[in-house]
Every structure is written in structure tokens, then in C-alpha cells.
């Protein structure tokens, strides 16, 4: 890759893998006949007009819709049919379109919710903060400081956050994911309604992410400067079809790709 | 000339690291420092701060450091950085602590000048600028950071680690182990020990050398000033280029031996502050400002019967609050002493508290003028708010207010073993135990500036009042007269409109011309909030700059000064004519303000001439464009359609009572 920030990155086999994958709500085929794979440490994006079904896919990743046909392949593993528990517990960890978190809780409690997957003691112990769960959740409260600390999100930490700005709130969200330790990070639109300085520090973030943790991600995305910037490689979707798969620079230069987005005279 | 003498003091020839070891060993298990990392205050004791001084000590002397050579630091107020200081001045080098916003060009200056060849900074942000000047500046050898972040794939012949020079460090200190003490005893009192370059309000900045006596003796002169103690506790947010934290956070707290708190980012020191309770606070007039103002904004959302009660008790303390703190309680009636004591609970209290304010003794403002209200509000409250003067120049070792004897329009008297004459011109000038040795490779600026009996000339207009009190008018050169003769003063005008919580910056123009006139910048957040509850829309702060609304509430607030203007027999002739509200921030980054935030006048009336030339033109508008910098150093242009408005004035009383 001939991006700068991939020099000290190397990025592995294929990590994870969607083959054939069919998906359709009655009538209305929202996915047909996706392939497509992500190696380990990527950057991997969606991207595709209104509609084409870049969300879907991601729910189909981490098992909220069950795609009719078509397997997926995580980590050695293959499903025909992925369930949100497992996947969780196998290390997918994914932000929303909309943001989804508890506004009325703090910025430190929304995180420490990334953590449940990771308490081992029983709900008698954790209500009692006795024991071992003390131990315990001091560990996990370690583990989301240092996320804060790498958000750069200190300065609210006990703030509710309905209170925050919509840019700090999804930034809050990445945290909560991060939270979870994840391997695999579906990102949906991370940057959507955001000004210029909130997207630049979310590309910033999502880098130092992969970076750093070597955390492999899969993020949908509108903006083709964000796009082309931070991503290893883009399949494009359209009407539930794949029309494109390979570096932004291949992708930029097929005329599918293009049609897609500005359209055609038919 | 008038010659004013504080009490005479004396020291013995000290250096801070042999303070630093001495207090590691009289009382090594008291905490030292303290920093809040990952949501947790962790604490150093003074025997493990001289552990981690030796070690970085000896880590530069293993990259070659020597004696006399500089060393730039660079980054927020964090304890690495503190003790690297010590470990340099423990070399007998010279530490150069810069402005941690500065952009990369205005660091390449003072490396070049102070032939720094090792860096010792914070974090990515300022490894990247350092970089940046690297190709224009290879003498640079060694960028030394403390946070790794983000540095993963940086190029790592001139980067090191902090920890790798520690480790280092004790390799060194193992194959050489008298090094250290060796290179300590070898200091002397009248080595430089720092090197704080000067804001710059001309021309570029000039490193102002201070000598380990000179600042030890002028921290003795304070601590003794106000009976600080090992007990005492601070919190450490300023700049570390800025002499006021200098003296504060690193010469009195070495000398006194109190503890340091450092605070978790910028962004977190009010939350820091209410958990830490400093005893013991400085801060220049526009922090306190800042906390009056967001105060005063979150007093106007609560609920009606809260903001009732604040109003009320907010009056009984301007009443009373200020006498019963200076201990002038006989004069207060019982009534009044009730409801001061309800208000406490009540309001001053929880204030104090929110504030961070509850365990305070003394608190300092200086750097700039305060504003009446400001201070009073501060004062009424309980908290012993007092001002001082002094520069860089003279290790802000000058005047001080002493506790009972505050004044709001002074800044007290000379400090023990300081002299002050005021010159024919009205130039205050003194001779201090912090008077700087030099300014480095500039004999010339050192001549013009200590005159050759010894004295240092200040640049600030000034006079003693009855009370023995220094009162600061302005800038010598600054004091112009308008053509009809009248004094002008403009800081003093400018003060005035930025008291207000609406107006953020202000530039007067009036010397040599018929009339006064302003240059306004408005408060984004507090006119903001205004503008939100009148229902009126805005898109940033040029569009709400220029809406007709807030030219009207600009309007009150000049008019008011006006009518307090023209009380005063002196001023009352320079009231402002016609004002205009800037369409954009004034910023440092502009070179429009100092990094002090002092607005530079000339620049601005050079940048601006167009509106400067269309407010006494008689315009009722002018379109200007203006080049802005952004933080990252690339620059853009704002255009925008300015509105210059009248302003009433009021008969001034120095013409009447002159007539009578």
C-alpha cells in the first residue's frame, strides 16, 4: 500500500470473508451475491449511494439481520448465519449510523457498559462491589481511562452525554466500542453531520486505532476525501450489488463506480 | 525622583538542586508532586523526584550535555518536565522553557538563539514542529519526548524516549556514580539557571537570564511576604515559559518546599482545581475573568428562585464582604454580619467551593489591569484576591498588596529589599534582588533597559499614592494626549470596556488625534448565550459580530464607560466618539495579541488602517479582508462588511470645574 500512514503496518490474511451473501426483506432484495474479504489490520470501507445496502451488510456481519444465503467466514470460523452475542464474544465490536448510547448516563459509565462482556462475577457481587468484582472493576476501569485518556476525552468523563456535542458524543461511541477490546470494528458512518475539524479528528482517531491497537476496521462511509485518505482498499455497493472492489485509487478509476454516483443517461 | 525603600533582605548562595537535595533528605516522604494521570492523582515524594532528577541528569550527560549549555522545554505543566529543569540547572545548564501554543516558526527563533541543541517536549504535537524545524535548524540533536502517542512510525534518529534517557541514565550513573553529586557541587548562586524569553510586544523576543540567587532570594522575599509553608498546596496550569509559573510552581515551591499539582490536560483545570484545593493561587485578570463569566452564564440558566437568592446575597457581599475580610468588621452592622453569615452558607460557600476556591489564603493577580467589579466580586466572596507588579525583568518581584491594606486601583508597595524611583517622565523604575542578569546576546537591550546606576527602567507610567501604594497608569510610551491636550490613556479605557462580560478585547486609538475612538471584540460565549435566549441566529462570529442587536448591547456598555469617564478630572475629555465591533478574534496566532494576551495596538492599527481611517472618517460601514492563521499553520482570508456606530458622550467635568 502506498499510503503513508502504512509504513509500520503490516497487514495479514484474510481475516474475515463474506461469500455469496443474499439478503432480502420479502420481496425487496436489499443484498445480492456479495463477496468480498478483509485481511487483518486493514482498513477496509463500504461505500455506495442511498440505499445500496451498506448498513445491511454490516448487520449481516455481526449477526442482527440473517442473510438468506451466502456464508461468512470470521477468523478461521464459518457461519451461515451470524448472531450479535457471538459475535461480540468472538471480538466485533460496531458504532451506529445513529448514535446509540445512554444519554442520561455518564461519559465513564456509557464505556464501562463496553466492558460487560468482559465482568466474570456474578450480579449478587457486582451490586455488593465486594471481592473479586472490586478487583475486577477496577481492572476494566484501567482499561477504559486509558481509552479516555487516548479519545482525549478526560474533560468529560462524568459529564451525561445528552449534554455533549453531537462530534464528542460519537467519539464516545468509538469509545465504547474500544471498550469491548475488539479485533473486528464495523464503524457506520462515523463521520456523518460532522464539520471539517470534527471529521479530521475522527480520521485521526480511527488511524491511531488501527495503529496502535492493530485493530482491524470496517467503516461505511460518504465522504470520498475520507475515503481515499484512510482506507487500504473499498468495495462499492449499488442496489445490493457489488460494482467495486480494490484500492481507492482502482476504485476512483472504475467507470461503474463513477456511473453509480453521478448517473446515467438511460 | 521620588525613591521608595522596602525592608532589607539577604540570602545565602543556594542553587535548586542542592534545594531539591536537601529537601530529599530532611523530608523525603512528603509528597513533592502530584499529577492526575487516567483519572488518578499519582504522587511523587521529594526523595523520588531527586531519584528521577539523577537519572535524567545523567541520561543528558550521557548525550553529551555540558556545562552553560541550554536545554528547550516544551509542553503543558507536567512533572517530567518540571524535573528535567532540575536535572539541567543540577548540570549547571541552562533551561529554556518555551510556549507550549507557539507556532514552529516562532520556536525556531529562540532555538537559534539560544543554541539549543536537546528538546525536551511534551508530545506529538510539539515533536511534529520540531521536525518541521529540523531541516532549517540540524544543530538540533536530540527531541526528547514524554508521550509516545501517536509516534509509532516517526523516523527515531534525533527522537528519544523519555523513558530510554532515563534508562540510559542509570547505566551512566552506575559506570560514573560521583557524577551527579560532583556536577551539583559545582553550581553557583550567580549561575544563570533559566532563561524565559519575553512576549515580544516589539520586535523579537529576548531571553531574560535570572540566576539561581536572584530567584531563590526573591522566593525567600515572598514566602516570607505572605508566611507560605511546606503546607501549602498549588496548582500548576500556566505556561512554563511564563514567569509568573516559574516562580510560582518551581522557585518558591523548591524553596519553600510545597506541593505541585499538575493538572490532567488543559481542558480538565477547573475540574482539577475543585478536587485538589490549592492554598495558594495565581492567576492573570483574565482567568479570573473566565471563571466570573462562565459563572455568571450558568447563574442565568438556574432556576428563578436560585438566581433570586445568588442576587440577593451577591449584594449583601459588596456591601460587607470586602470590609469583614479585612478584618475591618466594626464598621459592618450587625444586620449586615447576619446576612453575610446566611449568605456564606447559603451562596459564598458553595461558590468558593465550585470554584475551587474553598481552601484559598491568598490569592495574586497581576500581568494586567483588573477590572473594579472583578476584583471586588472575588474579595466579597471570601477570597483574599490581592495584586501585584513586577516583569520577567525582575522576577515579579516588586510590589505586593499586603493582606488588610488592599487597594483596587494599586498594586501595593515595594516588596522587602526593593527600591523604586519614580524618573521626571513618570517611568517607574527599581532596584530588585530579582533584577535579571542580562538578555542573552543582546548587550544592547540589557543597556537600554538598566541604566548605569544599577536601576532597572520598567516602561511603566506610575506614582505613589498617599498611602505609600504604587499605582500603574499604563505604559509610559502608550500615555498619549488627544489634540486638544487631554490625557490618553488607552489601556486604561480598554480596561474599562473589557470589564464588561460581553467584550472580550478592546483597542482604543486617540493619540494625536481630535477624538477617542474603539476597536471591539465581543465575547463569543457569553453574547452567544444572549443571543440564543433573545431568539436570535447566528452562524459564528463574524455574522453575529455584525448584527445590528449586538451593536446596540455594544453601544450600553460603551456609553457607560463614557459617563464613568467623564467623572475622572484627568480622562473625562477622552471618551469614545465612534466604536466598531472587529469581524474577527483578535489571536496570537495573528500576531495580533502577545502570547500573554496583551493586544498589540500598533500592529493592529497598521493591519486595520482601512477601518482605523473609516472610524474617524465619519463611515457608517467599511469592507475589510484579513489573512487569519489557523492553529496548523496554514493560513486563509475572512472578508466581511463592517458597521461603525456613535456613541453618546457625556459633558465632561474637568472643562467645568477648570471654568470655576
Redesign the interface.
Given at each position: 500500500m502506498e499510503h503513508e500512514?502504512n509504513?509500520?503496518?503490516r497487514i495479514g490474511g484474510t481475516f474475515l470473508s463474506v461469500e455469496n451473501i443474499s439478503l432480502a426483506f420479502g420481496g425487496v432484495k436489499a443484498l445480492t451475491d456479495i463477496s468480498f474479504d478483509v485481511r487483518e489490520h486493514e482498513i477496509r470501507a463500504i461505500i455506495g449511494p442511498n440505499g445500496a445496502g451498506k448498513s445491511s451488510m454490516l448487520n449481516c456481519i455481526n449477526g442482527v439481520y440473517r442473510p438468506q444465503q451466502g456464508t461468512i467466514r470470521f477468523d478461521g470460523q464459518a457461519f451461515q448465519q451470524m448472531d450479535p452475542h457471538k459475535a461480540a464474544s468472538m471480538g466485533i465490536a460496531r458504532t451506529f449510523q445513529n448514535i446509540a448510547l445512554f444519554k442520561g448516563m455518564s461519559v465513564l459509565d456509557n464505556m464501562m457498559t463496553g466492558r460487560s462482556l468482559k465482568m466474570h462475577t456474578n450480579l449478587f457481587l457486582q451490586a455488593l462491589y465486594v471481592g473479586p468484582n472490586r478487583r475486577e472493576e477496577l481492572e476494566h476501569?484501567?482499561k477504559v481511562?486509558?481509552i479516555?485518556?487516548?479519545l482525549?476525552i478526560?474533560?468529560v468523563?462524568?459529564t451525561p452525554v445528552g449534554r455533549l456535542p453531537y462530534g464528542v458524543q460519537k467519539r464516545v461511541e468509538l469509545g465504547r466500542a474500544l471498550a469491548a477490546e475488539p479485533r473486528l470494528l464495523l464503524l457506520d458512518e462515523p463521520m456523518a453531520g460532522m464539520n471539517i475539524e470534527e471529521k479530521q479528528d475522527m480520521c485521526r482517531f480511527i488511524l491511531?486505532v488501527n495503529?496502535?491497537f492493530g485493530t482491524t476496521i470496517v467503516l461505511i462511509e460518504h465522504d470520498m476525501g475520507v475515503v481515499m485518505d484512510v482506507s487500504d482498499r473499498v468495495v462499492v455497493l449499488d442496489y445490493g450489488k457489488k460494482i467495486g472492489d480494490g484500492t481507492p485509487a482502482e476504485v476512483r478509476a472504475n467507470q461503474a463506480v463513477i456511473d453509480a454516483y453521478l448517473g446515467v443517461a438511460h | 525622583m521620588s525613591t521608595q525603600t522596602g525592608p532589607a533582605v539577604a540570602g545565602p548562595e543556594e542553587t535548586f538542586p542542592r534545594l531539591l537535595l536537601a529537601h530529599a533528605q530532611s523530608r523525603g516522604d512528603r509528597t513533592a508532586i502530584r499529577e492526575k494521570?487516567?483519572?488518578?492523582w499519582l504522587s511523587w515524594t521529594w526523595k523520588q523526584v531527586a531519584d528521577e532528577v539523577r537519572a535524567i541528569a545523567c541520561g543528558l550527560s550521557a548525550l553529551g550535555f555540558r556545562r552553560g549549555q541550554t536545554v528547550a522545554i516544551i509542553g503543558d505543566n507536567r512533572p517530567r518536565l518540571y524535573w528535567t529543569m532540575m536535572a539541567v540547572q543540577a548540570l549547571g545548564g541552562i533551561a529554556v522553557p518555551l510556549y507550549q501554543d507557539a507556532i514552529a516558526s516562532e520556536m525556531l527563533f529562540v532555538l537559534e538563539n539560544a543554541e539549543i541543541e536537546i528538546a525536551v517536549v511534551e508530545d506529538q504535537e510539539q515533536v511534529d514542529k520540531m521536525l518541521e524545524i529540523l531541516p532549517k535548524y540540524p544543530r538540533l540533536r536530540h527531541i526528547i519526548y514524554d508521550d509516545p502517542?501517536?509516534m509509532?512510525?516517526y523516523p527515531d534518529q534525533v527522537l528519544l524516549a523519555f523513558e530510554a534517557l532515563q534508562t540510559s541514565g542509570r547505566e551512566y550513573d552506575k559506570s560514573h556514580p560521583t557524577h551527579f553529586q560532583t556536577e551539583v557541587d559545582k553550581g553557583r548562586g550567580d549561575d544563570i539557571a533559566v532563561m524565559l524569553y519575553t512576549s515580544g510586544t516589539t520586535g523579537n523576543p529576548k531571553g531574560v537570564c535570572q540566576t539561581h540567587s536572584a530567584l531563590i532570594a526573591v522566593s525567600r522575599g515572598d514566602i516570607a511576604f505572605d508566611g507560605f509553608s511546606a503546607d501549602d498546596e498549588i496548582l500548576s496550569y500556566l505556561p512554563m515559559a511564563w514567569v509568573g509559573d516559574h516562580l510560582f510552581s518551581y522557585a518558591q515551591a523548591l524553596v519553600a518546599g510545597f506541593c505541585v499539582n499538575c493538572p490532567?490536560?488543559s481542558?480538565?483545570v477547573m475540574?482539577d482545581l475543585r478536587e485538589i484545593g490549592p492554598t495558594y493561587y495565581f492567576a492573570p485578570p483574565r482567568v479570573f475573568e473566565n471563571l466570573l463569566t462562565q459563572v455568571m452564564i450558568r447563574m442565568e440558566d438556574a432556576a428563578p428562585f436560585k438566581r433570586r437568592l445568588f442576587h440577593h446575597f451577591m449584594g449583601v457581599a459588596r456591601r460587607c464582604g470586602a470590609a469583614l475580610l479585612d478584618g475591618r468588621g466594626a464598621s459592618v452592622s450587625a444586620g449586615d454580619r447576619f446576612n453575610y453569615w446566611l449568605g456564606n452558607l447559603l451562596v459564598y460557600g458553595p461558590l468558593r467551593n465550585v470554584l475551587g476556591m474553598s481552601r484559598i489564603r491568598v490569592a495574586y493577580t497581576g500581568g494586567a489591569a483588573i477590572g473594579p467589579d472583578l476584583f471586588d466580586f472575588y474579595r466579597s466572596i471570601g477570597i483574599n484576591l490581592k495584586q501585584l507588579y513586577g516583569q520577567t525583568e525582575t522576577a515579579v518581584y516588586v510590589c505586593k498588596q499586603p493582606s488588610g491594606e488592599v487597594k483596587l486601583d494599586t498594586v501595593g508597595k515595594p516588596l522587602p529589599g526593593v527600591q523604586i524611583r519614580i524618573a521626571d517622565n513618570g517611568e517607574v523604575q527599581v532596584r530588585t534582588p530579582g533584577m535579571l542578569k542580562e538578555y542573552y546576546k543582546r548587550p544592547d537591550a540589557t543597556a537600554e533597559s538598566i541604566s548605569p546606576d544599577g536601576w532597572f527602567l520598567t516602561g511603566d507610567a506610575g506614582y505613589f499614592d498617599e498611602d505609600g501604594h504604587l499605582k500603574i497608569i499604563d505604559r509610559a510610551k502608550d500615555v498619549g494626549r488627544l489634540d486638544s491636550g487631554t490625557l490618553f490613556a488607552p489601556q486604561y479605557i480598554e480596561n474599562k470596556l473589557k470589564f464588561f462580560p460581553h467584550i472580550k478585547e478592546a483597542v482604543a486609538f486617540g493619540h494625536g488625534r481630535d477624538r477617542c475612538c474603539v476597536f471591539i471584540n465581543i465575547d463569543l460565549g457569553s453574547v452567544g448565550n444572549w443571543a440564543e435566549r433573545r431568539g436570535i441566529a447566528y452562524s459564528g462570529y463574524t455574522d453575529l459580530a455584525q448584527k445590528d442587536e449586538v451593536y446596540a448591547l455594544v453601544k450600553e456598555c460603551v456609553e457607560s464607560v463614557n459617563a464613568d469617564l467623564a467623572k475622572d478630572p484627568q480622562l473625562g475629555g477622552s471618551q469614545i466618539h465612534r466604536f466598531l465591533v472587529l469581524h474577527k478574534e483578535l489571536d496570537a496566532d495573528d500576531g495580533e495579541l502577545t502570547r500573554t494576551r496583551k493586544v498589540r495596538r500598533g500592529f493592529i492599527a497598521e493591519r486595520y488602517q482601512q477601518l482605523v481611517d473609516a472610524l474617524y472618517g465619519g463611515a457608517t460601514h467599511c469592507e475589510i479582508e484579513a489573512q487569519v492563521k489557523f492553529e496548523d499553520g496554514r493560513t486563509g482570508m475572512i472578508r466581511a462588511d463592517v458597521k461603525i456606530r456613535e456613541a453618546r458622550t457625556f459633558p465632561a467635568e474637568t472643562a467645568q470645574r477648570k471654568a470655576a
Open positions: 500512514h509504513t509500520g503496518r476501569r484501567q481511562e486509558h479516555i485518556d487516548f482525549q478526560e474533560s468523563r462524568k491511531d495503529d496502535e | 494521570d487516567l483519572g488518578i502517542r501517536g509509532r512510525n490532567e490536560s481542558e480538565t475540574t
